[in-house]
């Protein structure tokens, strides 16, 4: 059983939103940072948002600062992350990350992102934003 998964994309035109979902299967996402990158064809992985449950404390790339949105949903222990106003620069396939709070706290996997020790990833999700 993937520990984490995601869900959500798909193709969507630019201007559109897309709602992604990462879901944990078999532990509680009060104890971890959670992390959404993103890796488009050809492109190293980068970091996109990050939730820290400690503090609600959220971060975000320049490039989706103002449009992206990282929240949780504690009943159903699941993280979102609502793009807005997509451009095709956004097209990647997405993934979710969860680093164990008990090891690090939430600004070092936010501050460090891509360069921080993950615990679990999920597969990803595809979004494909094109006219």
């Known amino acids: 059983q993937l520990p984490l998964v995601e869900s959500g994309g798909g193709l969507v035109q630019p201007g559109g939103s897309l709602r992604l979902s990462c879901a944990a299967s078999?532990?509680?996402?009060?104890?971890?940072?959670i992390g959404w990158f993103r890796q488009a064809p050809g492109k190293e992985r980068e970091f996109v948002s990050c939730?820290?449950?400690?503090?609600?404390?959220?971060y975000y790339s320049s490039s989706v600062k103002d449009r992206f949105t990282i929240s949780r949903d504690v009943a159903q222990n699941t993280v979102h992350l609502q793009m807005n106003t997509l451009e095709p620069g956004d097209t990647a396939v997405y993934s979710c990350?969860?680093?164990?709070?008990?090891?690090?706290?939430?600004?070092?996997?936010?501050?460090?992102?891509?360069?921080?020790?993950?615990?679990?990833w999920g597969q990803g999700t595809q979004v494909a934003v094109s006219s």
């Open positions: 078999w532990f509680n996402f009060e104890y971890y940072a």
């Open positions: 939730l820290s449950p400690a503090d609600e404390k959220t």
């Open positions: 990350a969860a680093g164990d709070l008990t090891k690090h706290g939430g600004f070092y996997y936010c501050s460090r992102a891509e360069r921080a020790e993950w615990d679990y």
